[in-house]
């Protein structure tokens, strides 16, 4: 979710928090926000044992140990300098994620979220969230960090297949993948497991029995993802052979119908979940919410009464760590304009199943509906956007070319007609 490319600065990188968050507060803006939505937290840690081929997030292999005091320096320094920015502001959920974060040690994670409750008012039933891979699993380490506060696992299985999970480069194989989700079965109430298809070589009898396999697990949230080959990835240069469009679809089609027998509901194009167990942080990236990041390459979207903000961090962490240790953690900052914002606002909230309320479009972006009036006919007409006043949805057509009536939104002079 946390894929925002870098933009050009608005302000330099010098100007102190204080006076940036004065600046926000108090200039004019484009838009008029009558209230701010509720914000998460998302802390990136970017190391990994090794790179997979297929990955484009700022992740990067270790050489050697890994500088965890160090960092966490540089995340507390970080937190402090962007508070101005969220003061008095509640932190509904907090998502840490990567590269791999549990090769965080235990007393490492306990730091980390002491010093981010020392930092901001979190909530006390805040949904905290740590990414991890099976490779790294040990059982004593996931039960210390469920005591440090982590109330829920996403854990990057991915396949249940050797041969699948050797094309993906994946460090695990398909017993520590099972012995993985045993472990997040038995000490987490609330867990995800992440799953791919369409993988090099896969069969569609694969696919469903890697499904199948996991299942087996009752985990309360699944994240299925068709593989992507991405620009700037190993896959992208060296492409492997896989499952043409027809096949995929197939077995899309087969993972769904299992999956509704199965009690796991589809509420967004790529998220299941059980009852009550819907992912309140990734809901709220797709509401539209605000979300302060620190770390290597994190990103942020703060808003305020006139004006939305986006701010990066340095992604190699040599570069962050060095800045975050004078105050100068922040990369770049720039405003979201008005023209842009409807396009962002669907990019996201046009995934959930369900949609979002019409009168969301107002309530985030300070801007009334009627700016978008002709694309939400044309997405109508078209049979991508349902018929329906009180609710902004995608069609099962729409969620099928989702790309397609995401593109309707974009501002004026890059809209297909």
Known sequence: MDKIRPVIPLVPVHVSPADRAARAFLATGEISLSALPPLSLYVHFPWCVKK???????????????????????????????LPLIWGRRVHTVFIGGGTPSLLSAAGLERLLADVRARVNLEADAEITLEANPGTVEAKRFRTYRDAGVNRLSLGVQSLNDRHLRALGRIHDATEARAALAIAASTFENFNVDLMYALPGQTLEEA??????????????????HLTIEPNT??????????????????????????AGEGLMRYEISAFARHKRKARHNLNYW??????????????????AHRIVRQTRPRQPKTYLERAAVGASLFDETEVSSGQLPFEFFLNALRLVEGVPSSQFSERLGLPLSVVADALQRARQKGLLAN???????????????????ALFLPSDDAPQ
């Open 52 to 82: 997979c081929p297929y990955c484009d997030f700022n992740s990067h292999e270790a050489q050697g140990a890994i500088p965890e005091h160090e960092y966490l320096d540089a995340l507390n320094a970080d937190l402090e300098a962007v």
């Open 208 to 225: 469903e029995a890697d499904l199948r396999g996991v299942l087996g697990f009752s985990p309360p949230h699944l994240s299925l993802y």
């Open 234 to 259: 190993v896959f992208a240069k060296f492409p492997p052979g896989i499952p043409d469009d027809e096949l995929a679809l197939d077995m899309q089609e087969r993972l769904l119908a299992v999956l």
């Open 287 to 304: 509401h539209f919410g605000d979300y302060l990041g620190i770390g290597a390459g994190a990103h942020s979207k703060i808003s305020f």
């Open 388 to 406: 329906d006043p009180l609710r902004l949805r995608a069609t099962a057509l729409g969620l099928d070319f989702l790309n397609d009536l995401q």
